[in-house]
């Protein structure tokens, strides 16, 4: 089977994306393994196939993949590459929705920036409410004693903040779909860099939206920050906007860019 597909990133996260609006398209674990390899296929850190909305209640829906084969509910990156390969592919003007396994999602934009709306945040927590204890070592840098903390908010997939457990623990509590760990550095204001290490990639990448959507609201909470959060990775800033009321998140959106990078056809 020969699969035309379009190569996109968001904020470095790379993605294959196809049109499978006619439902013609059915790739097992191993093709999608295959695909996402960067040695013998196109490479990317995961893939995603453009469908109908089951349920009838977004505009569109989407099957996504991590680039270990396994299935995501949730890829903040992702998303706005999704929402830019709809809006070129269906020639879409104004906002839209689509489903994902996390909910509906919706997509608006401006310029060459996208926002999408991220699921309600639940599971927020801070200090020794985490399972997890602060890391066991003390080390000293810029003459101060640093002791690392543990964090924990859930935007559909669970996200940790400075996190020093050990992979057995990680595994063994959040069994059996893994976590992503990220890391944060407070850089000013309202202002942080995060790297994060992702499950179903099983190594880091350059980017993960719902990590820095989570490192921003923890951020928020712990320094008093407001939004929004401008939020660095590897490659690029993006913008993390939230409303809080009476100790809750809502109107979680995060923004920043999504790239068409080329069109191919490959052989499945």
């Not at 104004?94 to 608006?108: H, L, N, P, R, W």
């Amino acid at each position: 089977m020969v699969l035309e597909f379009t190569k996109m990133n968001g904020a470095g996260n790379d993605f294959i994306l196809i049109d499978n609006r006619a439902q013609k398209v059915k790739l097992t674990r191993d093709q999608i393994v295959r695909l996402c390899d960067r040695h013998r296929g196109i490479g990317a850190d995961g893939l995603m196939s453009l469908i109908p909305s089951s349920s009838g209640k977004a505009d569109w829906a989407w099957d996504f993949y991590n680039s270990d084969g396994s299935t995501g509910d949730m890829c903040g990156n992702g998303a706005r590459c999704f929402a830019r390969f709809v809006q070129k592919l269906t020639g879409r003007e104004g906002d839209f929705t689509f489903e994902t396994g996390a909910g509906i999602i919706k997509a608006s934009f401006k310029g060459g920036r996208v926002t999408v709306n991220l699921t309600p945040p639940k599971d927020l927590r801070l200090g020794d409410k985490s399972p997890f204890p602060p890391g066991p070592k003390q080390f000293t840098r810029s003459t101060r004693e640093c002791r690392t903390r543990c964090y924990s908010c859930r935007t559909r997939i669970k996200l940790w903040s400075n996190n020093l457990a050990p992979k057995s623990a990680i595994t063994r509590h959040f069994s059996p779909k893994g976590t992503n760990v990220n890391f944060v550095h407070v850089l000013g204001p309202s202002h942080i860099r995060v790297r994060t290490f992702e499950r179903g990639v099983e190594g880091e990448t350059l980017a993960c939206g719902t990590g820095v959507s989570a490192a921003a609201l923890i951020s928020s909470r712990i320094h008093k920050f407001g939004s929004p959060v401008k939020v660095r990775s590897r490659t690029v800033t993006s913008l993390s906007q939230f409303e809080e009321t009476n100790g809750e998140f809502a109107d979680v959106r995060l923004t920043g860019p999504a790239e068409f990078v080329f069109e191919g056809r490959v052989d499945v």
